[in-house]
């Protein structure tokens, strides 16, 4: 079946310009979560949805960020005014479950380059 | 807050050879996840393998094995019979046990590059 997928793949964006990335999870996974990785260095947390709730965000820098998936399925990460320290690749992934058991599956990511 | 370290930055093998990857984390938990993820240049992460920390014996995977020690936190990944395709970097996570919110996210170390020689 499908996986997780994302876009764009990659993204250039002026320093100050408004970002949208898109994260189509697996069908029917209760669980999304929202990760960035630094070149070089592993993922880190954003922010976690169970259906269309937003039950984490401490992960989120600053409130340039928001995220949502408002019918349980697609979720947008938006970055308001980005920074070059905004540069990252951007991971999606996506659960069945809600508890640690269950595996998360991930996505190519939306590499963002702000010059 | 858990804590993953991975301190080799890189580290190379021949093919057809064993090699072991490091891993140690800090946790106040006694329930939680181990995991070992793979990210292939240009390509999306997958899981290797995992360990449940309630679980004494270490978890196998075809040629990837684990030699998960609890009360030492560490949690190292053995790759046996190395192939090109296992050329990647790699990564160390944790997840708690418990369910929802915050205790559901990944917790990853810095990751380790691993190039096969042919």
């Known amino acids: 079946g499908a996986g997780v997928s994302q876009s764009p793949r990659y993204k250039v964006a002026k320093r100050g310009q408004d970002v949208a990335l898109r994260c189509d999870p697996i069908s029917g996974h209760v669980s999304l979560f929202w990760y960035q990785q630094a070149l070089g260095q592993g993922p880190e947390f954003l922010t976690y949805?169970?259906?269309?709730?937003?039950?984490?965000k401490s992960g989120l820098p600053s409130d340039r960020f928001f995220a949502e998936r408002p019918e349980g399925s697609v979720s947008t990460l938006k970055i308001q005014r980005t920074q070059q320290e905004d540069s990252a690749v951007y991971l999606c992934?996506?659960?069945?479950?809600?508890?640690?058991?269950?595996?998360?599956?991930f996505g190519p990511g939306t590499r963002l380059t702000v010059t | 807050a858990q804590t993953v370290t991975q301190s080799q930055p890189e580290m190379s093998v021949q093919e057809a050879e064993t090699v072991t990857l490091s891993c140690t984390y800090d946790?106040?938990?006694?329930?939680?996840?181990l995991f070992w993820y793979k990210q292939p240049p240009s390509r999306q992460m997958i899981l290797v393998i995992r360990q449940e920390a309630y679980k004494q014996q270490n978890a196998t995977e075809n040629r990837f094995s684990v030699n998960f020690q609890k009360a030492a936190k560490s949690f190292s990944l053995k790759i046996s019979d190395s192939q090109l395709g296992d050329a990647a970097m790699y990564f160390c996570?944790?997840?708690?046990?418990?369910?929802?919110?915050?205790?559901?996210?990944?917790?990853f170390g810095k990751g380790i590059t691993l190039s096969v020689r042919p």
């Open positions: 946790t106040s938990e006694s329930d939680y996840y």
């Open positions: 996570a944790y997840r708690s046990q418990q369910s929802g919110g915050a205790n559901s996210k990944l917790t």
């Open positions: 949805f169970q259906n269309e709730a937003q039950l984490d």
């Open positions: 992934a996506s659960s069945l479950g809600t508890g640690g058991f269950y595996e998360q599956y």
